[in-house]
């Protein structure tokens, strides 16, 4: 059974930082595109980031390019979101999710499996 379980989101003030795990079992993170997706309230989930299986390209939304990466550790079989300079308009629930080959990393129709997600609040 697939399971990816975020963690590491918070309250933070804007300009402060916070690293985001995604760990999962069920799953070899390697084979798969992850992706980070947000939902800020009263809106729609909307990509953020994605890493690429194998080689392990990776794509940002425009809003938080040179701000977030993301990041992947075989080892641990886990994804990573560093964010930094954090801004309210960043606030939202984060979800990793994890994609099968075919469809575009920028929909989240496109991914097969989710995780619950983890709060992100950051304060002006």
């Known amino acids: 059974q697939v399971q990816l379980v975020e963690s590491g989101g918070g309250l933070v003030q804007a300009g402060g930082s916070l690293r985001l795990s995604c760990t999962a079992t069920?799953?070899?993170?390697?084979?798969?595109?992850m992706g980070w997706f947000r939902q800020a309230p009263g809106k729609e989930r909307a990509f953020v980031a994605a890493?690429?299986?194998?080689?392990?390209?990776?794509y940002y939304a425009d809003s938080v390019k040179g701000r977030f990466t993301i990041s992947r550790d075989n080892a641990k079989n886990a994804v990573y979101l560093q964010m930094n300079s954090l801004k309210p308009e960043d606030t939202g629930v984060y979800y990793c999710?994890?994609?099968?080959?075919?469809?575009?990393?920028?929909?989240?129709?496109?991914?097969?499996?989710w995780g619950r997600g983890t709060q992100v609040t950051v304060s002006s």
């Open positions: 069920g799953l070899t993170v390697s084979q798969y595109t």
């Open positions: 999710a994890a994609k099968e080959y075919g469809g575009s990393y920028l929909y989240d129709a496109a991914y097969n499996y």
């Open positions: 890493r690429s299986w194998g080689g392990g390209s990776t």
